[in-house]
């Protein structure tokens, strides 16, 4: 139990004792929260809410599997940019690593994670659920509506380090060619 604990705590470095609670009885462990609690306080796994991003421990990630067909493993990311008029806008990119398809671009002026999950929702219906989701530790894909919706549709989301872009190179590097070869090559008026 304490083992699990901990391996639950080392890749997901955000998560409280209520957070690995809910894996572990997604998981089929039927411990009580105060147990789960007291077995997170002696193995020192408490949240520390000013330390610097630097200094968080994350586990390697040299188990990933590479992507072996269409929807396998998705890898999703925001961009973010400005009307010719100064308003903010965010797009939500998603592209297949197999494939190199790209299922969604959405553009909105702000994004929470409700409406995360209801983007993907819509696209899942016509190109269908990927097994594995590639994210990184942005408040919308933390967020309790998106580990819902990965848990209830048998998603898995593959969080990356805090401040390695490289574990999710896929999505950077469309990003990168994304806002090159259009946003700063015009100028939008609207959305």
């Given amino acids: 139990?304490?083992?699990?604990?901990?391996?639950?705590?080392?890749?997901?470095?955000?998560?409280?004792?209520?957070?690995?609670?809910?894996?572990?009885?997604?998981?089929?462990?039927?411990?009580?929260?105060?147990?789960?609690?007291?077995?997170?306080?002696?193995?020192?796994?408490?949240?520390?809410?000013?330390?610097?991003k630097r200094r968080v421990k994350a586990k390697l990630r040299d188990d990933r599997a590479v992507a072996v067909g269409p929807n396998d493993v998705w890898a999703m990311d925001f961009v973010h940019d400005q009307l010719a008029t100064g308003k903010k806008l965010r797009v939500l990119t998603v592209v297949d690593t197999f494939s190199r398809y790209v299922p969604v671009l959405d553009v909105r002026y702000s994004y929470r994670g409700e409406d995360v999950v209801a983007t993907l929702d819509r696209v899942c219906r016509t190109v269908g659920y990927p097994k594995t989701i590639r994210v990184d530790q942005g408040s919308e894909f933390v967020s309790r509506d998106m580990d819902l919706w990965a848990y209830q549709r048998g998603v898995v989301l593959d969080f990356s380090r805090p401040g390695k872009p490289t574990d999710n190179a896929f999505i950077e590097a469309f990003n990168g060619r994304f806002r090159a070869e259009c946003l700063n090559q015009h100028w939008f008026l609207t959305l």
């Fill in 1 to 52: 139990m304490a083992k699990r604990i901990r391996e639950i705590c080392e890749t997901r470095v955000r998560y409280g004792y209520r957070r690995v609670h809910v894996l572990l009885d997604r998981e089929g462990w039927s411990i009580n929260i105060k147990k789960v609690y007291r077995i997170y306080r002696e193995l020192g796994m408490q949240l520390r809410h000013k330390t610097p």
